[in-house]
Protein backbone atom coordinates (compact mmCIF):
# COMPACT_ATOMS: atom_id res chain seq x y z
CA UNK A 1 0.00 0.00 0.00
CA UNK A 2 1.31 3.26 -0.77
CA UNK A 3 1.02 6.51 1.02
CA UNK A 4 1.33 9.71 -0.07
CA UNK A 5 2.64 12.77 2.05
CA UNK A 6 1.60 16.70 0.76
CA UNK A 7 3.20 19.31 1.38
CA UNK A 8 3.83 23.24 0.00
CA UNK A 9 0.74 24.72 1.27
CA UNK A 10 0.13 28.05 2.85
CA UNK A 11 -1.18 31.22 3.23
CA UNK A 12 -0.98 33.35 -0.08
CA UNK A 13 -2.60 36.70 -1.09
CA UNK A 14 -4.93 36.51 -4.59
CA UNK A 15 -2.83 36.03 -7.48
CA UNK A 16 -0.07 34.42 -6.12
CA UNK A 17 1.27 31.28 -6.57
CA UNK A 18 2.24 27.77 -4.68
CA UNK A 19 3.96 24.82 -5.89
CA UNK A 20 2.37 21.40 -3.84
CA UNK A 21 4.28 18.10 -3.56
CA UNK A 22 3.47 14.96 -2.92
CA UNK A 23 5.55 12.08 -2.07
CA UNK A 24 4.58 8.55 -2.67
CA UNK A 25 6.43 5.90 0.07
CA UNK A 26 6.43 3.49 -2.93
CA UNK A 27 6.95 3.47 -6.27
CA UNK A 28 4.30 5.58 -8.75
CA UNK A 29 6.11 4.34 -11.67
CA UNK A 30 3.43 1.70 -11.60
CA UNK A 31 0.32 3.73 -11.49
CA UNK A 32 -0.81 4.57 -14.47
CA UNK A 33 -2.72 7.58 -14.13
CA UNK A 34 -2.07 9.87 -10.31
CA UNK A 35 -4.55 13.37 -9.56
CA UNK A 36 -4.29 16.41 -7.33
CA UNK A 37 -8.09 16.65 -5.43
CA UNK A 38 -8.86 19.31 -2.85
CA UNK A 39 -11.65 19.90 -0.43
CA UNK A 40 -12.83 23.22 0.77
CA UNK A 41 -15.01 23.59 3.68
CA UNK A 42 -18.31 21.91 3.36
CA UNK A 43 -17.88 20.84 0.56
CA UNK A 44 -16.88 17.60 -1.63
CA UNK A 45 -14.00 16.17 -2.16
CA UNK A 46 -12.88 16.87 -6.19
CA UNK A 47 -10.64 15.81 -8.82
CA UNK A 48 -8.58 19.02 -10.15
CA UNK A 49 -6.18 17.61 -12.58
CA UNK A 50 -4.96 13.96 -13.65
CA UNK A 51 -1.64 13.31 -15.70
CA UNK A 52 -0.88 9.44 -16.82
CA UNK A 53 2.50 7.68 -16.53
CA UNK A 54 3.26 8.79 -20.02
CA UNK A 55 2.75 12.51 -18.86
CA UNK A 56 -0.68 12.98 -20.65
CA UNK A 57 -2.89 15.93 -18.56
CA UNK A 58 -6.57 16.57 -18.09
CA UNK A 59 -7.41 19.25 -15.69
CA UNK A 60 -10.90 20.44 -14.41
CA UNK A 61 -12.62 23.81 -16.07
CA UNK A 62 -11.73 25.13 -12.70
CA UNK A 63 -8.06 25.04 -12.52
CA UNK A 64 -7.40 25.29 -16.62
CA UNK A 65 -4.65 27.71 -17.30
CA UNK A 66 -3.86 28.73 -14.00
CA UNK A 67 -2.57 24.86 -12.65
CA UNK A 68 -0.30 23.06 -14.14
CA UNK A 69 0.13 19.11 -12.68
CA UNK A 70 3.58 17.22 -13.38
CA UNK A 71 5.56 13.67 -12.08
CA UNK A 72 8.86 12.83 -11.41
CA UNK A 73 8.33 8.84 -11.62
CA UNK A 74 12.02 8.21 -10.62
CA UNK A 75 11.57 10.54 -7.36
CA UNK A 76 8.18 9.12 -7.14
CA UNK A 77 6.71 12.74 -6.69
CA UNK A 78 3.88 14.37 -8.01
CA UNK A 79 3.65 18.24 -8.40
CA UNK A 80 0.71 20.91 -9.04
CA UNK A 81 2.20 24.20 -9.67
CA UNK A 82 -0.35 26.94 -8.70
CA UNK A 83 -0.32 30.47 -10.13
CA UNK A 84 -3.20 33.16 -10.32
CA UNK A 85 -4.74 31.83 -6.84
CA UNK A 86 -8.14 33.26 -5.97
CA UNK A 87 -9.62 33.04 -2.98
CA UNK A 88 -12.03 30.23 -4.21
CA UNK A 89 -9.28 27.79 -4.29
CA UNK A 90 -9.01 28.05 -0.46
CA UNK A 91 -8.88 23.96 0.44
CA UNK A 92 -6.89 21.48 1.57
CA UNK A 93 -5.31 19.61 -1.30
CA UNK A 94 -4.27 15.82 -1.71
CA UNK A 95 -3.25 13.54 -4.22
CA UNK A 96 -4.21 10.31 -5.11
CA UNK A 97 -4.08 8.11 -7.77
CA UNK A 98 -6.88 8.36 -10.59
CA UNK A 99 -9.45 6.71 -9.72
CA UNK A 100 -8.79 7.22 -5.66
CA UNK A 101 -8.17 4.63 -3.00
CA UNK A 102 -9.69 5.27 -0.18
CA UNK A 103 -6.80 3.70 1.73
CA UNK A 104 -3.91 6.07 0.22
CA UNK A 105 -5.27 9.17 1.28
CA UNK A 106 -2.69 11.11 3.07
CA UNK A 107 -3.31 14.09 5.45
CA UNK A 108 -3.18 16.79 2.91
CA UNK A 109 -1.89 20.36 2.54
CA UNK A 110 -3.73 23.67 3.56
CA UNK A 111 -3.97 25.68 0.96
CA UNK A 112 -5.56 29.37 2.40
CA UNK A 113 -5.69 32.50 -0.31
CA UNK A 114 -6.63 35.60 1.57
CA UNK A 115 -5.70 39.16 1.06
Known amino acids: QVQFVESGGGLVQPGGSLRLSCVAS????????MGWYRQALGKQRELLARITRGGITVYADSVKGRFTISRDNTENTVYLQMNSLEPEDTAVYYCNQHPWRAGYWGQGTQVTVSS
Open 26 to 33: GSIGSIPV
